[in-house]
């Protein structure tokens, strides 16, 4: 299931857009924002603050980042003697030394440039992803950990890969870099075949990408411990955000000699790590004795057989 050539460009962008938007969007969230509240000018006329001076204001001069008011009780702005302000994960990085002007740093807040934060409204960070909702600057951080269009992680699950992209740059990050398999269609049948089955670690994990409905799943098998019992898991994951994944279900099945075990469930989504999945035993999970015994012969080497099915509910 390649991806097919016509959408390279976009991707290609799209991976240069994410690694742009982290430090671009701190400078332009302020700067020409069209979503800043009026103020009244000296002469009494309706006009607008200067951006770039508010935006010199709000931004930290050491980690560059806006800086919060206290509504969410663990943001301060200490205030040097010369009137200089740092955020206050900062203020220790700093030594509570003063980073414009090496004066040591007090724990007086600045109250005017809090009041002047909590009158601005801003777009959120993932403005060039698509989200187009207007917050006060007070509650903008707490929507852009839950935003949609907040970038995913990747979803491959056999290394910490930092990653991170909308869907279709995913898929081609694990087609080309994770070299992971891709296939079309709502149903499978795969073999896995473990010569060693008494070999249970962490790092046993396999990946494979389905293409359905015009969508992605990720199909993960692996073997690892629960408690002191060696287990093999299969379970299904939707690259996309959970709302979407609910509009869908799937199911697996394994079996051999004469007996067959099935799973029926919802796809978790990508927002959820593997991790995570893994450890909520929310998949198929198939002790190893059991797993021997479908695979039959002398019960040494493991060959599982696991079906499965896709489909979107009505």
Not at 168 to 190: A, R
Not at 210 to 215: D, K, Y
Request: proline share 5%.
């Amino acid at each position: 299931m390649a991806p097919g050539g016509g959408i390279c460009k976009e991707i290609i962008e799209s991976r240069i857009a994410y690694a742009d938007y982290d430090t671009a969007t701190s400078n332009v969230e302020l700067r020409g924002s069209p979503c800043r509240k009026a103020t009244t000018g000296i002469g009494g006329n309706l006009g607008t603050t200067s951006t770039n001076d508010v935006h010199e204001l709000l931004e930290c001069p050491v980690c560059m980042n806006l800086m919060y008011p206290p509504i969410y009780q663990i943001y301060k702005v200490p205030k040097c003697p010369n009137g200089h302000t740092v955020c206050s994960n900062c203020k220790a990085r700093v030594r509570n030394s003063c980073p414009t002007c090496r004066h040591e740093l007090g724990n007086i807040r600045c109250l005017a440039l809090e009041k002047v934060a909590e009158s601005l409204e801003l777009p959120c960070r993932y403005q060039i992803l698509g989200c187009h909702d207007i917050f006060p600057y007070y509650s903008k951080l707490k929507h852009e950990k839950n935003c949609k269009y907040r970038p995913y992680n990747c979803p491959y699950a056999g290394a910490e890969c930092s990653i991170t992209g909308d869907i279709p740059f995913l898929v081609m990050h694990l087609k080309n870099d994770h070299k992971v398999d891709m296939h079309d269609g709502s149903t499978f049948n795969h073999r896995y075949v473990k010569a060693n089955a008494q070999e249970v670690e962490n790092a046993t994990w396999m990946l494979t990408v389905f293409n359905c409905f015009g969508r992605q799943f990720c199909l993960h098998f692996e073997a690892f411990h629960i408690g002191a019992a060696p287990v093999y898991m299969a379970f299904l994951r939707f690259m996309g955000d959970e709302d979407e994944a609910r509009q869908f279900s799937y199911s697996l099945e394994v079996g051999g000699n004469g007996r067959k075990l099935t799973w029926q469930g919802i796809p978790r989504s990508i927002r959820d790590s593997h991790r995570k999945v893994r450890d909520s035993q929310d998949g198929l999970i198939i002790q190893r004795n059991l797993a021997l015994f479908f695979s039959g012969g002398d019960r040494q080497e493991l060959k599982l057989k696991v079906a499965g099915r896709i489909w979107k509910e009505q």
